[in-house]
């Protein structure tokens, strides 16, 4: 098999591919459901609900389980590298986005001192995920997983 064909017939990676994709769907969705406002633009925005990167890493290990039983050392590399995804996306990230948070009040705190020439930028803040939407990913992703790798 060539490797194109390899790649196109990774189950793992597109199970993960399908988690991640899926959270993101699901968060415009959830905007539209509960904010009331049409935002497409969600799609590709990190953070909200649910992480879609804890959907990723929870899919991949999953299906790793799956095929490859919970002994084996792709699931101890699997299952690592999702604990430290889902543990960087609530703790490092998280804090990050309340920094960026602090960091534009205080932008505008000063914009309002400096009128005259000061244009500052906003800071990112959407950044991290809560350890809600992480659970949330987390669950959707070991749904896919399962689907992928016990139904279809």
């Known amino acids: ?3 194109l064909a390899e790649l196109l017939a990774n189950r793992w990676l597109w199970t993960a591919v399908l988690a991640s994709t899926g959270a993101q769907l699901l968060k415009v ?30 899919a991949l290990t999953t299906g790793v389980a799956l ?10 590399i699997a299952a690592v590298f999702a604990l430290i995804v889902m543990y960087d996306a609530t703790g ?3 804090s990050s986005g309340v920094q960026a948070r602090l960091l534009n009040e205080l932008i505008q705190e000063l914009g309002a001192v400096v009128r005259e020439g000061f244009a ?11 350890y809600l939407e992480m659970l949330a ?13 016990r139904v279809l």
Do not use: C, Q, Y
């Open 1 to 3: 098999m060539n490797s």
């Open 29 to 58: 969705f959830l905007i539209l459901l509960f904010d009331r406002r049409w935002r497409p633009e969600a799609f590709m925005e990190t953070g909200g609900m649910p992480s879609s990167h804890s959907a990723m890493v929870a």
């Open 67 to 76: 095929s490859e039983g919970v002994g084996s050392p792709l699931f101890a």
């Open 92 to 94: 490092v990230r998280h």
């Open 120 to 130: 500052p930028k906003p800071v990112r803040v959407l950044l991290g995920h809560t």
């Open 137 to 149: 990913g987390l669950l959707l992703g070991i749904g896919v997983g399962f689907l992928a790798f």
